[in-house]
């Protein structure tokens, strides 16, 4: 008998031999790319920075997620050591970035950096996450963080509340701007874990009623720069 | 223009004043109104069981009683469908499916007719109640009519119309559906119907004579005081 | 008797009559339905977004092959390795030797449908590993020992009361009648579930061909966690998931959420590649995909309905259709419930037993409309209805239509069968006449005219 693989892919070419009727789409396949034809009719990213940053701003706060748009790094640092001490965190964990470094510098609490083979229940303890990110989405509200650059796949994730920490040069307008981005950045080799993350965790499972921080964060907080 | 009336079997059997009031208000726009009286079932019931052997033969029949016939309408949207969308399926690959075709480019659904190829919209009727248009399904998602009905009730003299919630919603008729599965059907209809109570309507208009013997059929069981209408009978009313 | 059509019939019976749960289903969706719509709104041009998503699927589904050998030999260069299963018990062998490989202690497991339709948990259990559900609603169902009752929202049929008691009873905690506080019941009792497990299963919402990543889609991020904790990874899903490129998910990703929840996105999209490379601070040492068939290519070798492998399981046609809404998720007695699954179940398990679910619609084509992915249901549904004719023709329907036909061909006959119809009803309606009875249980018919339209007609009704 043959293997799995080549009896399925036998299995499809031969269905295949039969043609489906090409539906009746206004978009071709192949050229222009769906995802191209499809762009312009999507949700508006803004043409603008200051359009894009105007609807990121009114996507987090239907997001319910908190923004803090500050000047600069300094600003950055004492709006997170404000948020710290108002929420009485005791401990943060975040990882190693220049970015980071700074704006974590003020922190009136424990910060905990994520290394090779942390221990897991200590980042479960932790009461928030800071990281960078690799974009934000102004169309849809989404902030995208990876593997590689937010301090692995846990720690936006796993503790009680995530910070992420960006600057205004990181918004981009659409999806398809985001997923370019990625592939322009990381030629080759994707990091293992990409994650567009839009708003705090939230399920609707219970009579559809929404609650947030099902498992994930049950707060988001976006630090703007610039 | 010469108009073939298609009459579906059973408002020929079972509410042909659906039929008279749509060669009324045709002929009262000046136009001269045939009905070819070799016409019987369009072949729904069989096509949508299923039975497209048998629903084939009824629809060839179709297109031989309305052949050379410069535009055929017919008082009800789902099997107005029948012959404009499932016609040209069900005779593809047969010596009928470039008749079929055009058949379907000359078919029309009465409000569909008025207001887009006559470009009327008042007809000059008066009726003056207040009513809630039931959209059926067939007319609106496979003919895709939504605003004519509405067009043509809002023209008519002393008539008020008042949406529903659940105005796309399906009655919950769907031929042998209504039938065959009637617990699921009477479901529908009960969310239907309790609808259309809360517009506090008097009458419930359509363009589909299948859905009001269902929602008729059911207000009436129920004991309820609104009234099932045709579309084509309330612009026959001059009253 | 136990087939899956009486078996239907005496379940939608029972719950089509419950008026209060009906209610609290319609209730449940409303949300929904004003969300999707401001959501809909911020689209340019809804319509044209839905042409460009299902190209990027007719495009992927009509060229699989290639795809997804593209896609394995990213996937593996990535560090992952691909298994195929041609059905669920090889799926379920698969998974259960990477279990035993793993020396598995505890499983977490995050929403998958495809493990559903393989019925893996069951395989896990006898087996004796312990696998926990971490959705909030799978786990509730798990709870319940009842399957989904919506493939995206699979409790929404049960009220917080429930709720509150089965917690009580299953993890001792006190009642409430608070959503928020039974989530984080839920949330306390699962956190320590991903920690400890040792193997997490997720699903798949699309694979990349061109990246080889696959992307999973959900609310709650427990599959974020599932795919971050435990040592190994294991992602089941049906060849059909596959896309051409990772652009593809820039159109993909938004419709998916605003078709099936009302949402602009999920809350999390996370496109996995490989397991932790050197440079990463954690996640799996493993990572691994079942990538299974179970009768998917038959559906491809359909070429008018092929398009029902566009599916991106967004539940939208769920949402709106009024069968699902009044009978409910469980009375399908299928992995995959509404109109998507009265389509692909007959060609999952067989057209003869599972027809029936073509025949309970009313063709409203409300579902239709609905599918980012265009696809035809409602027609779909007719097309089931014809090849089971052909296939299973019952006696019954095959007297009943043609001798409509015979009558229907002689306009003469037709008109005399209905004057005889007409005069005879009355009567007819007090006797037990196949599907006039069913229909005058909670119907009336109107009175029978005395004189037919044709009748009429010929003594000049309707010409002023
Ligand atoms: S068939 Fe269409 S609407 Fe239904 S779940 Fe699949 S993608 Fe969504």
């Not at chain 1, 892919?9 to 499809?38: F, M, N, Q, T, Y």
């Not at chain 3, 696809?375 to 014809?386: A, P, S």
Request: glycine share 8%; hydrophobic share 40%; proline share 6%.
């Amino acid at each position: 008998m043959a293997d799995a693989r080549t009896d399925i892919l036998a299995r499809i070419r031969e269905a295949l031999k039969v043609k489906a009727p090409r539906p009746h789409l206004r978009a071709e396949p192949g050229d222009p790319s769906p995802s191209k034809a499809g762009r312009p009719w999507l949700p508006d990213g803004g043409e603008t920075r200051e359009a894009s940053l105007t609807i990121l701003a009114e996507q987090l706060a239907k997001l319910k997620a908190v923004l803090l748009r500050v000047p600069d790094r300094a600003a950055a640092a004492k709006a997170l050591a404000d948020l710290a001490g108002a929420k009485g965190w005791k401990r943060v964990a975040s990882h190693s970035d220049s970015l980071l470094e700074e704006v974590n510098a003020a922190l009136p609490c424990e910060v905990w950096p994520v290394s090779r083979d942390f221990d897991k229940r200590r980042l479960e303890a932790c009461d928030a996450g800071v990281t960078t990110c690799e974009c934000l989405v102004a169309q849809l509200g989404s902030a995208l963080v990876s593997s590689r650059s937010s301090g692995g796949r846990a720690l936006s994730i796993l503790p009680h509340a995530h910070v992420i920490v960006a600057t205004a040069d990181q918004v981009v307008p659409d999806l398809a701007d985001a997923l370019a981005k990625v592939r322009a950045g990381n030629g080759g080799e994707m990091p293992s874990m990409l994650s567009f993350i839009t708003g705090p965790s939230r399920t609707g499972d219970i009579e559809r009623i929404l609650v947030l921080g099902a498992h994930g964060p049950k707060e988001l907080h976006v630090i703007l720069i610039g | 223009m010469r108009i073939s009336l298609f009459v579906p079997c059973f408002v020929d059997q079972l509410t042909p004043r659906v039929g008279v009031a749509a060669a009324e208000v045709l002929t009262r726009l000046g136009h001269e109104v045939e009905f070819r009286e070799a016409q019987t079932c369009c072949g729904q019931p069989s096509f949508n069981s299923g039975q497209w052997d048998v629903a084939r033969p009824a629809a060839v029949r179709a297109l031989e009683v309305f052949r050379g016939a410069e535009a055929v309408v017919g008082p009800s949207g789902s099997c107005v469908a029948m012959m404009r969308v499932f016609y040209p399926q069900l005779l593809e690959g047969t010596p009928h499916e470039a008749e079929a075709r055009d058949l379907a480019s000359r078919t029309f659904e009465f409000s569909e007719f008025l207001v887009r190829r006559l470009g009327v919209e008042d007809v000059g009727a008066r009726f003056a109640k207040k009513v809630t248009y039931h959209d059926g399904c067939h007319a609106l998602r496979e003919l895709r009519l939504k605003e004519e009905p509405r067009r043509l009730l809002r023209a008519v003299k002393g008539l008020e119309l008042v949406e529903t919630e659940e105005a796309e919603s399906c009655c919950g008729f769907g031929g042998l559906f209504s039938a065959k599965f009637p617990m699921i059907s009477t479901a529908m209809v009960q969310v239907k119907g309790g609808a259309l109570l809360r517009t506090g309507a008097d009458y419930v208009v359509s363009s589909d004579p299948s859905c009001l013997l269902q929602i008729g059929g059911w207000l009436s069981r129920e004991g309820k005081p609104v009234l099932p209408l045709h579309i084509a009978e309330v612009l026959a009313r001059r009253d | 008797m136990s087939d899956p059509k009486s078996i239907f019939l005496k379940d939608a019976a029972v719950t089509s009559a419950d008026a209060p749960q009906r209610a609290f289903i319609r209730k449940a969706l409303g949300g929904y339905y004003v969300n999707r719509d401001l959501q809909k709104a911020r689209y340019r041009d809804w319509e044209r977004a839905r042409d460009a998503a299902a190209m990027a699927k007719w495009s992927a589904v009509n060229d699989l092959a290639a795809n997804l050998e593209k896609f394995t030999a990213n996937f593996e260069r990535n560090g992952g390795k691909v298994h195929w299963a041609r059905d669920a018990a090889e799926a379920r062998e698969i998974i259960l030797r990477l279990v035993r490989q793993a020396g598995a202690k505890s499983i977490v497991k995050s929403k998958c449908m495809t493990s559903e339709e393989i019925h893996l948990n069951d395989a896990l259990e006898a087996e004796g590993f312990g696998v926990v559900e971490s959705d909030l609603g799978e786990f509730i169902q798990q709870l319940r020992k009842e399957p989904p009752y919506h493939f995206v929202f699979p409790c929404m049929h049960v009220k917080r009361e429930a709720i509150s008691e089965l917690f009580t009873q299953h993890l001792g905690t006190p009642p409430t009648d608070s959503p928020e506080e039974l989530t984080m019941i839920a949330r306390r009792h699962l956190r320590q579930m991903y920690v400890d497990a040792d193997v997490g299963i997720t699903g798949a919402n699309f694979l990349v061909a061109e990246t080889g990543q696959i992307s999973i889609t959900e609310n709650e991020g427990n599959a974020r966690l599932t795919a971050a904790l435990p040592r190994v990874h294991i992602a089941l899903s049906g060849i059909e998931k596959v896309v051409a490129s990772l652009d593809d998910l820039s159109v993909l990703l938004p419709m998916l959420a605003t078709a099936g929840a009302g949402q602009p996105m999920t809350c999390y999209n996370t496109f996995y590649s490989g397991p932790k490379r050197r440079d990463e601070p954690d996640g799996p040492e493993e990572f691994h995909l079942v990538l299974l068939d179970n009768s998917r290519t038959r559906i491809l070798a359909d070429p008018e309905q092929r398009d029902s492998l566009h599916c991106i399981r967004c539940g939208a046609c769920l949402n709106v259709c009024p069968i699902f809404k009044n009978i409910g998720g469980l009375a399908y007695g299928t992995t995959y419930q509404g109109p998507i699954g009265s389509v692909i179940t007959p060609h999952l398990r067989g057209l003869k037993q599972w027809n029936h679910l073509s025949g309970a619609s009313s063709l409203c084509g409300a579902c239709t409309d609905a599918c980012p992915v265009r696809i035809d249901l409602h027609h779909h549904l007719l097309h089931n209805r014809r090849n089971a004719a052909k296939e299973n023709p019952t006696w019954f329907d095959r007297i009943f239509h043609r001798s409509f036909l015979f009558v229907t061909s002689r306009p003469a006959l037709f008109s005399l069968g209905g004057k005889a119809f007409r005069a005879f009803l009355p009567l007819l309606k007090k006797l037990p006449v196949p599907y006039m009875s069913a229909w005058l249980k909670t119907r009336d018919l109107p009175e029978a005219p005395a004189v037919s339209f044709r009748d009429q007609w010929k003594k000049g009704a309707g010409r002023g």
